[in-house]
Nanobody
């Protein structure tokens, strides 16, 4: 069984910064793409950033230039550095990973964390 646990959320003032972390634990062979999603109150969940195992990155237009996604393959962790935060960034942020369970697995499994709340307010 694989588990993803996010941490680092909290209350921050506009213009401030936060760094989110996500740790994968359990039994698995490897992790391919890792990503961060967010869901604001009353809105649909949206993709924020994605990073491949080879560290190719892509971002939503709304966060490009402000957020940076990174990963540590040895530690099975992914991070999201968030700078110049605005109230529009307020949301529950979710970690997602495409996990290859065993060396014989023919497809990846999509696994979600429980989320961590980020509130940007004065």
């Amino acid at each position: 069984q694989v588990q993803l646990v996010e941490s680092g959320g909290g209350l921050v003032q506009p213009g401030g910064s936060l760094r989110l972390s996500c740790a994968a634990s359990g039994r698995f062979f490897s992790i391919n793409n890792m990503s961060w999603y967010r869901q604001a109150p009353g809105k649909e969940r949206e993709l924020v950033a994605v990073i491949t195992r080879a560290t190719f990155r892509n971002y939503a237009d709304s966060v490009k230039g402000r957020f940076t996604i990174s990963r540590d393959n040895a530690k099975n962790m992914v991070y999201l550095q968030m700078n110049s935060l605005t109230p529009e960034d307020t949301a529950v942020y979710y970690c997602n990973a495409a996990i290859r369970q065993t060396v014989y697995s023919v497809s990846d499994s999509s696994t979600w964390g429980k989320g961590t709340l980020v509130t940007v307010s004065s």
